[in-house]
Each structure stands twice: as structure tokens, then as C-alpha cells.
């Protein structure tokens, strides 16, 4: 049986890429220790700066919610409905695990209904539109982060959290690194700038394993939905998700290394944007049209081009 570290009780989870395994308690601990000395360590927030935390009523982003919530930050959440079902009544589920975890601890949750403000659902939206050829995904992003955008814009606040873990972030990289997107590579991190007009990005639980953020919800007691978004079934992803967990499973540690080499040569300058050279470069950015978020052509951005495309009713424009 394998033992805690530091107080010698039988251990409920072993991390072999640390060689370390840990009673509840001190697994506990040790979870809200790393998160905050990953914020510290990629500087992404202070406790005086208002975080806005994206909650999906899934285990990353209630736990990310949790930990913050339990250091001491000022941390809101935003749920957005998308009114996807597939036959699990997915967003209703999501959202009343999301109102229950806000509730437990006296949190504010903001809320916004796609099918409320746009009258349409992301089945529906990406049905009418030519973006991702009929499949949801591509549509829900924009829109996810079309609304995250406004909301933490809106309100005030200076950050925007989400609950991406260390197996999402690899994923990415690693398709990435495939088709060698120096483009995404180099924006690639855990914390995104604040540019005019977007809030500051950050991932706190970028060094965990999703094993270990499902560990620490479910020996928190927290509530969360199981199942994946019933469209995901068959994304990129998860594919390369699958193939990186073969490679864990014969060199533990193989995925950690893959993303922490990553941003250490990123640190130390290897993977630039060229354009620097000729100084900082400069994104010209313009106001969208129609709901005046920053957009990099002019005209309108590609949120409203899209509710254009599929003719919905967009009420939350921004005055
Ligand atoms: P995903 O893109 O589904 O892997 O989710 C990545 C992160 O986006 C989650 O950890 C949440 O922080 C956020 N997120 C996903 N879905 C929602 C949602 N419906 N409402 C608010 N935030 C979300
Ligand atoms: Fe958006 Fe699945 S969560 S398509
Ligand atoms: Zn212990
Ligand atoms: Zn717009």
C-alpha cells in the first residue's frame, strides 16, 4: 500500500510524474499550495484584481472556482447556458450543478442564456451557419468567448479564469506542434495579457493532470457533471488526448515535461513572433460595428457576422 508523504497515512492518490503520494488531507493542501504558487509563479492575478471565473458545472472549472474561493481571491462566476440537451439534458444539468456549487458558499453567479439573449441554441446556430460544417464545436468557442469577452468587459472585471488543466493545454500544444501553428504556438501560455478592450486570461490549474483536478472535486465533495458535452464525441482532442496518455503510461511525467519545457523556452526567447524584431509588434485592433468588442478586421466581428449569417435576434449588444 502505498503511503502519505508527509504524515505516513494510507495514500488516496499516487502522481507518479512526482513520485509522491498523499493522504486526503495533505492531497488537499498540496492542491491549493501548487495553484497558488502557479498564479505567483506566472503572475496572473493579485487578491485586489477581480476575477471573473468561467464556470461550465464541469470538475476543472468548479474546482478552480473552489481553490480560489478558499485563498482568499475575489472571484465571481459566469455560467453561460448554450442549450445544448443531446439527450441529457447537458445545460440544464450543467447549469443547476453550477447554481448549487455558488450557492453552498454564498458566491455570485452571473448567468447568460444564449437561447434567452439570441433566441437560439448552439445546435440551432451552428445547424444555419457555415462555420464548422454543421459541427457545434467551432461555433460554441466563438461564442464562449464572444460572451466571456462582454461579461468581464461589462462588469469590470480584470481577469478571466478558466479551468483548463494540464491534459487540455498539452493537447493543444501538441496539435499545434503538428502542423507547427507558430501563430497559436507562441501565444500559447498560461496567463493571455489584458488588450485593449479583453480582459487578462489565466489557467491556474495548468500543472495538473485531469486525474488530479477530479481527485480534488471529488474528495471535496464537490457536485459535478460527468459526462462530456455529448457533441464532443470524436473531437480532435480526444484523440490526441488518447495518444498522450499512451505515452504517460510508458514515461510518467512525459506530458508534464512536454508542456513545462514548453514554456521554459518560450521564457528564454525561443519561440518569438518575428514581426518583434522591428519593435513591439502592434495589433491594430477595431471596435466591431454592432457590439463594439475589438475586432482585428473593421466591420463587423465574427460573432455578429455569425448571428447575421443565421439570422438570430442579438439583444446584448453593447451601447
Ligand atoms: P472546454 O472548452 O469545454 O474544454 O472548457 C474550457 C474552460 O472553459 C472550462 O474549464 C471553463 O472554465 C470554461 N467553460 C466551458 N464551458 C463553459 C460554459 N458553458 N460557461 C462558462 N464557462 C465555460
Ligand atoms: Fe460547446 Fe460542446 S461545449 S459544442
Ligand atoms: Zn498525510
Ligand atoms: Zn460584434
Not at 502519505?4 to 494510507?10: E, F, H, R
Not at 468561467?54 to 475575489?74: E, H, I, M
Not at 448552439?122 to 464562449?144: Q, T
Request: net charge positive; with cysteine; aromatic share 10%.
Amino acid at each position: 500500500m502505498r503511503r502519505c508523504k508527509k504524515c505516513g497515512a494510507p495514500a488516496v492518490i499516487y502522481m507518479r510524474q512526482h513520485r509522491l503520494g498523499l493522504c486526503k488531507a495533505h492531497y488537499l493542501e498540496w492542491f491549493v499550495e501548487q495553484t497558488e504558487r502557479t498564479i505567483r509563479r506566472y503572475r496572473m492575478f493579485r487578491r485586489d484584481e477581480k476575477l471573473l471565473v468561467a464556470v461550465s458545472g464541469g470538475k476543472d472549472s468548479l474546482a478552480v472556482w473552489d481553490v480560489l474561493w478558499r485563498l482568499g481571491y475575489q472571484a465571481d462566476g459566469l455560467y453561460i447556458a448554450l442549450g445544448i440537451d443531446g439527450g441529457i439534458g447537458y445545460s440544464a444539468e450543467s447549469q443547476r450543478l453550477a447554481e448549487k456549487f455558488a450557492q453552498e458558499r454564498g458566491l455570485t453567479l452571473h448567468i447568460v442564456d444564449i437561447p434567452g439573449e439570441y433566441g437560439l441554441g448552439i445546435p440551432e446556430l451552428a445547424r444555419r451557419s457555415r462555420r464548422g460544417k454543421g459541427k457545434p464545436c467551432s461555433v460554441c468557442g466563438l461564442v464562449k468567448r464572444h460572451e466571456m469577452n462582454r461579461m468581464a468587459h461589462d462588469m469590470g472585471y480584470d481577469v478571466l479564469v478558466t479551468g483548463h488543466n494540464l491534459d487540455d493545454e498539452v493537447a493543444v500544444l501538441f496539435g499545434n506542434v503538428l502542423q507547427w501553428q507558430m501563430g497559436y504556438i507562441v501565444r500559447q501560455g498560461p496567463v493571455l495579457p489584458e488588450e485593449p478592450g479583453f480582459a487578462r486570461k489565466a489557467k491556474p490549474l495548468v500543472r495538473f493532470y485531469e486525474r488530479e483536478t477530479a481527485a480534488y472535486a471529488l474528495l471535496r465533495g464537490i457536485e459535478y457533471i460527468y459526462d462530456e458535452c455529448p457533441f464532443a464525441q470524436g473531437a480532435k482532442s480526444i484523440y490526441y488526448k488518447e495518444l498522450l496518455n499512451r505515452l504517460e503510461e510508458e514515461r510518467p511525467g512525459a506530458k508534464l515535461q512536454f508542456y513545462v519545457n514548453f514554456l521554459k523556452a518560450k521564457e528564454e526567447g525561443w519561440f518569438r513572433d518575428p514581426r518583434e524584431a522591428a519593435g513591439p509588434v502592434q495589433v491594430v485592433l477595431h471596435r466591431c460595428e454592432s457590439c463594439g468588442q475589438p475586432t482585428t478586421a473593421p466591420g463587423k466581428c465574427a460573432f455578429c457576422r455569425l448571428m447575421d449569417q443565421v439570422g438570430a435576434q442579438a439583444q446584448a449588444s453593447r451601447t
